[in-house]
């Protein structure tokens, strides 16, 4: 009998295990773009606490894109650029209005929503320079449309 339960527990406990490791991601997945009012660029770099030197260098790289060629942007405002951790509460309700829940970089200006996580996680350590010109593309597409 004392066989019998422990049988049944064991994928009870596995499930609710599951569950609990992912329950930090239960964020509605979305393809939702968001209608800002401005001209302004947004660049969003989502992440968990741990994190691999591919996310680590893909966000240093973003952001050193964007202070060496598009300094007076930023200065000015046209260009914003965010670093979230959605593992705090604090930045789930960026994670919900970008439409992510996972790591991700994302590029928003009114109505329209870019999403380099692939690329980025694909060239960032072994082409940087691929993962840059695609950068640049879209920044410099919405600059100058």
């Known amino acids: 009998m004392l066989l019998k339960t422990k049988t049944a527990l064991v994928p009870g406990l596995l499930i609710m295990v599951i569950f609990c490791m992912n329950a930090f991601r239960a964020l509605p997945q979305t ?4 209608y800002l009012t401005t001209d302004t660029i947004h660049v969003y770099y989502f992440h968990f606490t741990h994190r691999c030197q591919t996310c680590l ?3 240093e790289e973003a952001r050193t894109i964007l202070k ?5 942007y930023l200065s000015s405002g046209l260009i914003t650029f965010r670093v ?3 593992e705090k509460k604090s930045s789930r309700s960026a994670a919900e209005q970008a439409g992510v829940n996972t790591q991700a970089l994302i590029i928003l ?6 999403d380099l996580t692939r690329d980025g996680f694909l060239y960032i350590l072994t082409n940087p320079d691929k993962f840059d010109k695609k950068f640049r593309e879209v920044i410099d597409n919405l600059l100058y449309e």
């Not at 060496?68 to 007076?72: A, D, G, I, R, S």
């Open 68 to 72: 060496q060629v598009y300094t007076e």
């Open 109 to 114: 200006q009114k109505n329209k929503r870019f």
């Open 31 to 34: 393809d939702t773009i968001i």
């Open 57 to 59: 260098s893909l966000e």
């Open 84 to 86: 979230y951790n959605i």
